[in-house]
């Protein structure tokens, strides 16, 4: 991450410009105690402040474009998606909604990605909870039965005791 780039330019400079302390035993000891209590101090201020990455109503606060803030946001919730992190990417979806960023395009999109993951509990989850956005045709229909019948028939060739 280009973030600790600066980071780490420092703790090298600063090891360079500390290391004749080293060459004598209480110089050494000194000047370890200061670099680990200066990583310290640092690690615990640059935890406060990426916080704010995490909290998306501040971090897209300040943003009209809802294009990019949907892109980026769909983009984040891909990556959360294939590394199976269901929670977080909920989470992003359902600040999609409070923000009135979540229409029929991108449910969609959220949709065919969890399909073809083979997610299928997540695809019911999706359609039901925000069948607002869908239009309640046929293809809505033939998307839950398909997804209820690929759970069933998973769970009956599964090897896995069955509860």
Not at 14 to 33: C, D, V
Request: hydrophobic share 40%.
């Amino acid at each position: 991450n280009r973030m600790y780039l600066s980071y780490a330019m420092l703790m090298i400079s600063t090891f360079y410009i500390i290391q004749p302390l080293f060459e004598t035993k209480k110089y050494r000891i000194l000047s370890l105690a200061a670099v680990f209590a200066f990583t310290s101090a640092t690690a615990i201020t640059a935890n406060k402040r990426i916080n704010i990455f995490y909290d998306r109503e501040t971090f897209f606060g300040a943003s009209n474009d809802d294009d990019k803030i949907k892109s980026r946001l769909f983009w984040e919730f891909k990556c959360l998606t294939y590394f199976n992190f269901f929670n977080q990417a909920d989470e992003i979806i359902d600040f999609l909604d409070r923000k009135n960023l979540l229409d029929e395009q991108t449910l969609h999109d959220i949709i065919s990605l969890n399909l073809l993951l083979g997610n299928y509990e997540k695809v019911i989850d999706y359609a039901t909870k925000y069948d607002r956005f869908l239009q309640k045709d046929r293809d809505y229909y033939d998307l839950l039965s398909f997804s209820y019948g690929k759970i069933n028939l998973l769970k009956k060739t599964s090897v896995l005791p069955q509860p």
